[in-house]
């Protein structure tokens, strides 16, 4: 078990673009002081949302607030190698000059593509469910 990405907080909200679809991917931002991509990740989900529609305004497609438990969002990080940078209540980021898609590249840093075949993963079953007695292994 990995010490929580969001140590006091049963949860946060992240934005998913195309949620529950093939390409299905979460937000991710380049953050330097992390040294890796970082989910955005916030308290509240009306907070969330707002920050989806100004990523619309930007010309993103309209993402969708979506409650992630800390364990899931510590294990998603841990997998993927991915920071998270927190949003407290009542901030309101303002979206990166420099927003970008980069569709196809299957790296860590395509918001829809590359973090879709991670939740995939994250999902896959073990090679011992061939019967009922499936049992997770580290």
């Given at each position: 078990m990995h010490p929580s990405v969001i140590p006091g907080l049963a949860a946060a909200w992240v934005l998913l673009f195309n949620a529950g679809q093939a390409n299905e991917g979460v937000?991710?931002?380049d953050m330097l002081q992390h040294g890796a991509p970082a989910i955005l990740a916030f308290e509240t989900t009306a907070d969330a949302d707002d920050f989806a529609q100004s990523l619309s305004n930007e010309g993103f497609d309209l993402a969708r607030a979506c409650r992630?438990?800390?364990?899931?969002?510590t294990e998603f990080c841990s997998w993927g190698g991915y920071a998270v940078e927190l949003v407290p209540p009542g901030m309101n980021p303002t979206p990166p000059a420099t927003n970008e898609y980069r569709p196809g590249t299957g790296s860590a840093h395509d918001p829809q593509t590359?973090?879709?075949?991670?939740l995939e993963?994250?999902?896959?079953?073990?090679?011992?469910?061939?019967?009922?007695?499936?049992?997770?292994t580290d």
């Open positions: 937000y991710t931002l992630w438990d800390a364990n899931q969002l590359g973090l879709r075949m991670q993963a994250l999902v896959q079953k073990p090679d011992n469910c061939g019967d009922d007695d499936c049992t997770m």
